[in-house]
């Protein structure tokens, strides 16, 4: 069974809308992170958490903006999509303590198509 | 910052013939983890193996990576390809001494197995 699930899983939208991605994890973690993946450049870090209500920015954190608002779901936001941002996303849940500290554990990914 | 570095973004080989994937890495902090995560097509990123110990040997699933301090290398080797092992592999780095809720991914390796 999954435990870290996201939605949708494909979308598109228009130029200057608003998308949000959503992801929900059952593991119980106390992080949860946003990537993207593109050819060239592999996973960059858009945003993470450490726990609900907290969000931090990542290594290409513009053009995004997190919600974290309970331990978990955390979206990652686009208000003003561009072009630019067509890519895949994935959600991670991970622990800094315990006998997996560090691992994270990742979704299925969001295909996104900005026109 | 921290920095991963695999310089090779495309590796393909014949069935067979050993495989070797380059890792290499920086970081001011002496207590790094470094991890390799494998992206199958169609799947969730998920851990291969991982280690923080220098000059010993991890095995997973037929892959080996051994962390080298000095030469701040993680460089990943499976004795013999298959085709199941054609995927998109990512080396990371999570420096424990500093903000150790991140993990550093490098660009990705895409390792295609021909017959």
């Known amino acids: 069974e999954a435990a870290v699930t996201q939605s949708p899983r494909n979308k598109v939208a228009v130029t200057g809308g608003k998308v949000t991605l959503s992801c929900n994890q059952t593991n119980n973690h106390n992080n949860m992170y946003w990537y993207r993946q593109d050819t060239g450049h592999g996973l960059r870090l858009i945003h993470y958490s450490y726990g609900a209500g907290s969000t931090e920015k990542g290594d290409i954190p513009d053009g995004y903006k997190a919600s974290r608002p309970s331990q978990e779901n955390f979206s990652l936001i686009l208000e003003l999509a561009t072009p630019s941002q067509t890519s895949v996303y994935f959600c991670?849940?991970?622990?800094?303590?315990?006998?997996?500290?560090?691992?994270?554990?990742f979704g299925p990914g969001t295909r996104l198509l900005v026109l | 910052g921290d920095s991963v570095t695999q310089k090779e973004g495309l590796v393909t080989l014949t069935e067979g013939l050993p495989v070797m994937l380059n890792c290499t890495y920086q970081?001011?902090?002496?207590?790094?983890?470094l991890f390799w995560y494998v992206h199958y097509l169609n799947e969730s990123p998920r851990l291969l193996l991982k280690?923080?110990?220098?000059?010993k040997r991890t095995e997973h699933q037929g892959f080996h990576a051994t962390l080298h301090k000095s030469s701040s290398s993680f460089h990943l080797q499976k004795s013999s390809a298959q085709l199941s092992d054609s995927a998109l592999y990512y080396c990371a780095l999570s420096d424990r001494g500093g903000s150790n809720a991140k993990l550093t991914f490098g660009k990705g390796t895409k390792l295609s197995v021909k017959s």
């Open positions: 991670a849940s991970g622990d800094l303590g315990g006998p997996n500290q560090d691992t994270q554990y």
């Open positions: 280690s923080s110990t220098d000059n």
């Open positions: 970081t001011i902090y002496s207590n790094a983890f």
